[in-house]
């Protein structure tokens, strides 16, 4: 009995082990911040708190950012409150014509060495939608080695960039929470994304990916650029910010040991069978770097040209 006892000890320790496992170089939970006039406490002369807070528009903190606990993930239970940013006509930062409203870690740590692991999670509301006509620049490094984008390409979906080219997309669906983390090794110049939706367990979604990036610790922009400056208010909720080195966390807020490991698919279908790259299906043929199967998957399942579909894990096939 005493071996049985220690042989489950043992299990649940390289259970918990599998899904957290980082150690975090930068927190930026939003638990820290009570209003948004907490932000205002960080300048130039005096850099305090988790964030830097000088890419805006000319209007109150308060305009564009709001920090409440239904902000943030649910399933984010160690975290206190989200944020919601706002971008509106008036989020001209220093001339610039691009409506801009973004925060920048404040930190000494060095988050540009190694293998480290830049985590969010983030949301859209029917209320105050972005126009998915116009392009958008989310969460990227100042160089744009890595970000996320929305108005590009002729598709509604959100898309993770690498390199200036799309390698990854889902559909963005009001209401749901995704979870990214940009897996970057510093040392190889390689990147590749994690995701999930909800509190589930975060999987790898990309293969490996050449591509340079570097920072100064400072030039990664938690927030959003709309090249267009005039147009709708728009509304992004941010929550579950970190970023870890070592081995990646895979657990979502509080950690759940035993999730069944999803990727942003979000569908009211009942799951079907991956389909091959041979279907016969109609329809336009997948670009390279875009989904052709998984679980769930009802889009294109034939790749462009001499593109193959590769299957990655059973939520996620990529035209490579």
Known sequence: MVFLSKLVASLVAVSVASVKAGTILWDGSFTAYPNSS??????????????QWYIHGSQPTSRY?????????????KEARGLKMTIDSSALWNGQTMARTELIPQTKANLGT??????????????????????????????????????????????WFAGGSSRWSTPWTAGTWYNFAYEINFSSNTAALWASTGGAALTKVTSNISVTVSTNSADWHLGVLRVQGSGVTSDFYFSGVYIESGSITTAIGSGV????????EPTSQEPTQEPTPTSTATGPAQTQWGQCGGIGYTGPVACAGSFKCVKLNDFYSQCQ
């Open 38 to 51: 907490t932000f205002d406490q960080w300048s130039w002369g005096n850099q305090v708190g988790q964030y």
């Open 65 to 77: 950012l709001a920090v409440d606990s239904s902000y943030k993930n649910p399933a984010a239970t």
């Open 114 to 159: 190694g293998t480290q692991y830049y985590h969010f999670s983030m949301m859209r509301s029917n209320t105050n939608p972005p126009n998915f006509q116009t392009e958008h620049q989310i969460n990227f490094f100042e160089s744009h080695a890595l970000e996320f984008k929305i108005g590009v390409g002729g598709t509604t979906n959100l898309q």
């Open 257 to 264: 040991t035993t999730p069944e490991p999803t990727q942003p």
